[in-house]
């Protein structure tokens, strides 16, 4: 059983990458806290009680659901608001610029030239924007194996498919970005 100290380790430790998976998906940063937020506590109040081991599965697969679960809500908001629409503001259009949340800088940061700041901040922009135009479940596969470094067997158990589907998901998505960013004549 996970103490109550090592359930708040275990959400500190996830919090920010959960967050970012997060804003992948719902592209808008209030929703994708709210998932977050969420996901924690359903994480605390339904699965606290179950060994230290098994949180990171189900934190994921509750993450998931949640998710989900927002965009459900969005289609049938969207639905019955749809007449609506005429009088959203202006302003609200949803962008969100994920350089901007990222605050955590390097200390070789601190030793580049201002050139190859910027120009390494317009390649991940341009990394950034091919991830969002990915299809949900290959995007979906591709942030888990490679931004969370799940293996495949706990992408597959947190996406709730075979792993092979999981394979599959994540060549088609590296095949894309690869191909999507060749194209703007971006070398990694």
Known sequence: MASDLELSEFLKSVEKRAF???????????????????SMM?????????????????????????TLDWFRRQKTQNALF??????????????????????????????????????????????????????????EAFLMRYWEEMDVAETAAAMGCSQGSVKTHCSRAVHALGQALRAKGIRL
């Open 20 to 38: 970012k998976r997060s804003v992948y998906h719902v592209r808008n940063d209030e929703a994708a806290l709210d998932i977050v937020q969420d």
């Open 42 to 66: 359903k994480l605390a109040e339904h699965y606290g009680h179950k060994p230290i081991e098994e949180l990171p599965m189900l934190f994921q697969r509750i993450l998931s659901n949640c």
């Open 82 to 139: 749809s007449n609506l629409s005429d009088f959203e503001s202006a302003g609200d259009d949803g962008d969100f610029d994920l350089l901007e949340t990222l605050h955590a800088t390097t200390n070789s940061d601190q030793h580049e030239s201002a050139e190859k700041l910027t120009e390494r901040a317009q390649t991940l922009l341009a990394i950034e924007v091919e991830i969002q135009q990915l299809p949900a479940r290959q995007r």
